[in-house]
């Protein structure tokens, strides 16, 4: 008994040390001046420009990802073709590569002297240090979760309440919706939590590609960069409380899922 507890102990107190006194403390530091203070930070142009665009680019970066890891876990699961082991190598390159190469490598593709960057400018189409760059290097870095959270559950489940539903008749895209979707879902669940929380918190490679340029191409995450750098300590506090809380409220709205779905 005194074994357990003594476990417990170090899980919780290793817990607390790496991840709950820390984050208690940016909140304390976040509202050391009251709510005014915290509500000013947060609310001058270069503030809400920069919630607003790092809510876009989830909005963007998380549908996508996840219609791509269900299909792409499918095609891992249920079928059988050369180039397989590679396609599955290359899934995890995303947790292989550090996203400053990730950054580095979008620019030698659509970059000014990239493979295709003097094409895209010649026609009036700009992806470094825009948006649409930093949305490719969002999905880039968070491209495996759905993946990797969907395929040991379709393992599990097996292929034949799919060959049953076939054999009465069934349409491949009713099969997937009314059989493969249902028994995946918290698979899918689970990966779309952890592909909004990695694409909120990405730094690496949008700051490569962003070009960091204050109300055009500054997420949160890069606003907390340049309000630490320029010693605005307060601002740097109140924009990580911002992505505390839409990280938090992502893993809330799923958990309140779950009692509906069990009963």
């Known amino acids: 008994m005194k074994g357990r507890l003594g476990l417990r102990f170090v899980a919780i107190g290793y817990l607390a040390a790496l991840l709950a006194f820390p984050v208690g403390l940016v909140f304390y530091r976040a509202f050391e001046h009251g709510v005014d203070a915290f509500w000013e930070a ?3 142009p270069d503030a809400q420009h920069a919630f607003w665009l790092t809510v876009e680019m989830v909005a963007i970066a998380v549908p996508l990802n996840t219609a791509f890891g269900v299909l792409c876990a499918l095609v891992l699961v249920r079928q ?3 180039g397989k082991a590679l396609l599955n ?3 995890d390159l995303p947790f292989a590569v550090s996203p400053v190469v990730i950054g580095l490598a979008l620019i030698l593709i659509y970059g000014r002297d990239g493979w295709i960057g003097d094409w895209l400018i010649e026609n009036g189409i700009r992806v470094i240090f825009s948006t649409p760059g930093m949305i490719l290097a969002t999905i880039f870095v968070s491209l495996p979760f759905v993946v990797r959270e969907v395929v040991p559950v ?3 489940i097996g292929t034949e309440q799919e060959q049953a539903a076939e054999t009465l008749g069934a349409s491949p ?3 997937f919706f009314r059989i493969t979707l249902p028994a995946i ?3 899918v669940a689970y990966g779309v939590v952890l592909t909004t929380a990695r694409a909120l918190g990405e730094f690496g490679a949008v700051s490569i590609v962003s070009g960091k340029l204050s109300g055009q191409t500054e997420t949160l995450t890069l606003l907390v960069e340049n309000r630490f750098q320029r010693f605005d300590l307060a601002g740097a506090y109140a924009a990580s409380v911002v992505l505390a ?3 938090l409220l992502t893993l809330l709205s799923m958990n309140l899922l779950r009692p509906k779905e069990g009963r």
Request: aromatic share 10%; no cysteine; glycine share 4%.
């Open 89 to 91: 190598a290359a899934v």
């Open 245 to 247: 809380i839409l990280a």
């Open 154 to 156: 379709l393992r599990e």
């Open 185 to 187: 879902r918290w698979g």
């Open 42 to 44: 947060m609310t001058t």
């Open 80 to 82: 059988n073709f050369r």
């Open 173 to 175: 895209l009713q099969t």
